[in-house]
Structures are given as C-alpha cells and as structure tokens.
Nanobody, 121 residues
C-alpha cells in the first residue's frame, strides 16, 4: 500500500517545541524530494520546508531559524523539528514525497493524511 504516515502533532504552548515525523511506505522509491506543507483555516496550503536527497534544504521565511527539516533516506522518513512555536504556526501539517512506485511509472507527488498542530498563546 502506498502511503505516507505522519505523527507528532498536538497541542503546545507558544514558545514550545514539537517534532513531526513522516514515514513513506517501501512501495514508494526513488524519492528525490520530501517536504512539509501546512494549511491554516481559511488559507491556502503553503510550503514550510523541503529537503532533497543530497541534503539541500529550503525554508519558508516565516519558519527560518525556528524549524529544521531532516531526512533518513534509508528509512524513507522525513522529520520537522519545530522550536519557538507561535500561534500563527497553528495548522494542519502535511507530508509530501516526490517519487514513484514502479520504474514504468512517472514520478508523482504523494501526500500524507495531515497532522494537526495547535499552538496556544
């Protein structure tokens, strides 16, 4: 079964920390890019951070210096360490992976089910 399984969301006070994890099933391979997106109520989904196979990273300006994305290629797992959380970080966080499930098939985006992060002020 092709899936991304997220964990680690929850409720935290402003200034606190959370660590999100996302494991991609073994049926997804040749993953080149893994990322975290978020969607707050009434807003569009936005890219928070991404990391490519070689380790290069990108962060949205709003999270630079507070969030760290990392990846374990052997485990097909991506992490998002979130520190100094703010109320505006409250959103559903989605994991994304760009890969394929068969050498005959094209690369495509895979998405997790989302995990809620709520930061109380």
């Amino acid at each position: 079964q092709v899936q991304l399984v997220e964990s680690g969301g929850g409720l935290v006070q402003a200034g606190g920390s959370l660590r999100l994890s996302c494991a991609a099933s073994a049926s997804i391979f040749s993953i080149t890019n893994m990322a975290w997106y978020r969607q707050a109520p009434g807003k569009q989904r936005e890219l928070v951070a991404n990391i490519i196979t070689g380790g290069s990273t990108y962060y949205a300006d709003s999270v630079k210096g507070r969030f760290t994305i990392s990846r374990d290629n052997a485990k097909n797992t991506v992490y998002l360490q979130m520190n100094s959380l703010k109320s505006e970080d409250t959103a559903v966080y989605y994991c994304n992976a760009y890969g394929r499930t068969d050498y005959q098939k094209p690369f495509t985006d895979f998405w997790g089910q989302g995990t809620q992060v709520t930061v109380s002020s």
